[in-house]
């Protein structure tokens, strides 16, 4: 049995974890910065879809996930498979949401006439 001297301390996993999803978001074409990596609750920022994501590490029971969003995990064990989920389309994306033009609040769709 391994003493507690060898074994990695949580916040050395959380670091290694994201250390290699950013190196697999890096081969992708993507970019990835691990911020707080000094601390043992280390976050992962990467952009998908426009806008930053952070990413965490948690254990749970013996397993290892990275979590970010509301409803996104992935298993730690493949951060190759974790990368091309964070860098690829996204799946339940509406079609066509981007080709919709905004309008400024107010705007009117047609001018009366004053005579």
């Not at 911020?35 to 992962?44: E, I, K, Q, R, Y």
């Not at 965490?56 to 996930?65: K, Q, T």
């Amino acid at each position: 049995m391994p003493s507690a001297a060898l074994r990695p301390q949580p916040g050395e996993a959380r670091r290694l974890l994201l250390a290699r999803l950013q190196a697999e978001i890096h081969a992708l074409g993507g970019t990835a910065l691990v911020a707080l990596g000094g601390s043992d609750n280390p976050v992962l920022y990467t952009v998908r879809d426009g806008r930053r994501v952070a990413v965490v590490a948690v254990r749970v029971g013996d397993a290892w996930w990275f979590i970010w969003g509301r409803r996104d995990q992935a298993a730690a064990e493949h951060p190759d498979a974790a990368a091309r989920r964070l860098t690829g389309p996204r799946p339940h994306a509406p079609a066509g949401l981007l080709a919709r033009r905004p309008q400024p609040r107010g705007a009117r769709r047609s001018l009366k006439a004053v005579a």
